[in-house]
């Protein structure tokens, strides 16, 4: 079996957020299913400093206008192989993948995300200028959504799998770039690639995908409902016998506490005496006050009104009145970034920010914090929390999508059953997500239920072996003559 996985980011070369994490994950897992996979991605700055050893695949023009691109072609560190698209107008810049440095999005982005969905549907027909070809093109949100189209038009091209990571983000422009970015005019139309009079990438790819995939079971759900659904809830109820939710799994040896050199002492499952180190740490680190009296609160976050921020930054104060201790690292949303530092200037020693990304931090906060908190609005799946449970810190988390998939509310029941793992809140309110942090904290305070309660959380297995299976099972049935 042959897979072209198409993604717009992959860790560690280019990340800002959980797909990136996927896109380094499920490809391995899959390659260890003996299936074939190739990944495709854009060659931003940061790819083709960090792979050494490219080689020319193949030079071809993708699009009539666009420029000429260039494929290249390496192994990832973890050994999937790869084809890069080397085409200095559209990527060679700084910033980052989806915007520049003060945050605004590219203007070219229909172009750079145009010419990765063609490069894809080239690949994935017989046109390709490869010797390989695959089975099944496996595409990732509104980045590779144009791919799906493409290949509709195309007879004998590979069938199409699209994995919606976040409906949130679509990949809207104007109407003309239809023609421009080689798809036929008869495309634009409610039964194909438009959406409200505009171009929209996203649609495009559920429309003409063969199967839809989504990170959770809720999410699949929840994306079929006028509130989740960000317009697109009509097609995906049409399409819900070809949508399944998959959940993530997580990559348990780069998360793992007991040899993470993030970690200035390893911890495991039968001795969780290193965690109050990685607290201590975390603490001189950040400029708290050095306690082991009181619970942290730790978050890891892209700053926006999606992950509750917005709440978070409103209870903060009344979160160390606990008594607690809070840090916060992420960046996105200016204003809310110069919140979270204003909060730490106003409470020197209990609340402490940073703004920005910082990956070593962000493995420290998992195994320092003692209770992780994501009061997400909305989360397709989430991997801060699973994280989180496999460094034995408890989450707080909103009732939504992924995040009631994997967490399993902690009360007298669940607790007695075995599997509690965490705190969860119903209403998207502040007296909602503080009488949860008031349970955790009276939890935390009763040492042997919050072992207890933190040896659930560190037993539970978050590999990807089972939703890889998942994937493959899909391949499978679309391969199918
Ligand atoms: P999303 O993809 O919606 O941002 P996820 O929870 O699925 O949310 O994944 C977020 C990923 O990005 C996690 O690996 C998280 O640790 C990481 N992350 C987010 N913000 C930062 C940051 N400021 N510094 C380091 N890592 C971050």
Request: proline fraction near 7%; glycine fraction near 8%; charge should be negative.
């Amino acid at each position: 079996m042959q897979v072209l996985f198409v993604t717009s980011e992959v860790a560690p070369l280019i990340k800002t957020g959980g797909l990136a994490d996927v896109s380094a994950a499920l490809p391995t897992a899959l390659r260890d299913m003996n299936i074939d996979v190739r990944m495709l991605l854009p060659g931003y700055p940061q790819v083709l400093q960090a792979l050494v050893n490219l080689q020319v695949a193949a030079d071809f023009p993708a699009l009539p206008g666009f420029p000429p691109a260039r494929l290249l072609v390496d192994v990832l560190p973890n050994g999937v192989p790869l084809w890069v698209i080397e085409c200095p107008q559209l990527y060679q810049r700084g910033g980052g993948a989806y915007q520049d440095a003060t945050g605004i999005d590219w203007p070219d982005n229909a172009h750079r995300f145009g010419l990765l969905s063609k490069i894809a549907a080239i690949l994935s027909c017989a046109e390709t200028p490869l010797d390989w070809k695959p089975d099944v093109v496996h595409c990732n949100d509104w980045q590779t959504g144009l791919t799906p189209a493409y290949l509709h038009f195309v007879a004998g091209a590979a069938p199409c799998v699209m994995t919606v990571h976040n409906i949130a983000f679509q990949g809207i422009f104007p109407s003309q770039l239809t023609t421009n970015m080689g798809l036929p005019e008869e495309s634009f139309q409610p039964d194909g690639v438009e959406f409200f009079g505009d171009l929209s990438f996203m649609k495009a790819g559920l429309y003409y995908a063969d199967h839809i995939t989504t990170v959770s079971p809720s999410y699949a759900r929840e994306i079929q409902t006028a509130e989740l659904g960000f317009g697109l809830q009509g097609l995906l109820v049409h399409k819900r016998k070809v949508l399944t939710g998959i959940l993530n799994g997580i990559d348990t040896k780069e998360w793992d506490p007991a040899a993470d050199p993030n970690l200035v002492q390893p911890y495991d499952i039968k001795n969780l005496q290193g965690k109050s180190a990685n607290k201590r740490e975390l603490q001189n680190r950040m400029g708290l006050h050095i306690n082991d009296k009181i619970p942290l609160f730790g978050l890891v976050s892209r700053f926006t009104r999606q992950k509750g921020l917005d709440l978070l930054l409103e209870v903060a104060s009344q979160l160390i009145a606990l008594p607690a201790q809070l840090v916060l690292l992420g960046s996105g949303d200016k204003e809310m970034e110069r919140a979270a530092l204003e909060l730490a200037h106003q409470y020197p020693g209990q609340i402490a920010a940073f703004a920005g990304f910082d990956e070593s931090l962000a493995h420290l906060i998992e195994a320092g914090a003692d209770i992780f908190l994501m009061p997400s609005r909305f989360e397709p799946c989430g991997l801060n929390q699973l994280y989180s449970q496999r460094y034995g810190t408890p989450p707080i988390v909103h009732a939504t999508g992924g995040l009631i998939d994997t967490v399993v509310d902690c009360n007298a029941v669940s607790l007695l059953r075995g599997d509690a793992s965490g705190f969860i809140f119903n209403s998207m309110d502040a007296p909602s997500l503080l009488a949860a942090a008031r349970r955790a904290v009276a939890t935390y305070d009763d040492k042997k239920t919050w072992r207890l309660l933190q040896q659930n959380c560190m037993s539970k297995d978050f590999s990807w072996r089972q939703s890889a299976a998942a994937y493959h099972d899909i391949y499978a049935q679309l391969m199918r003559p």
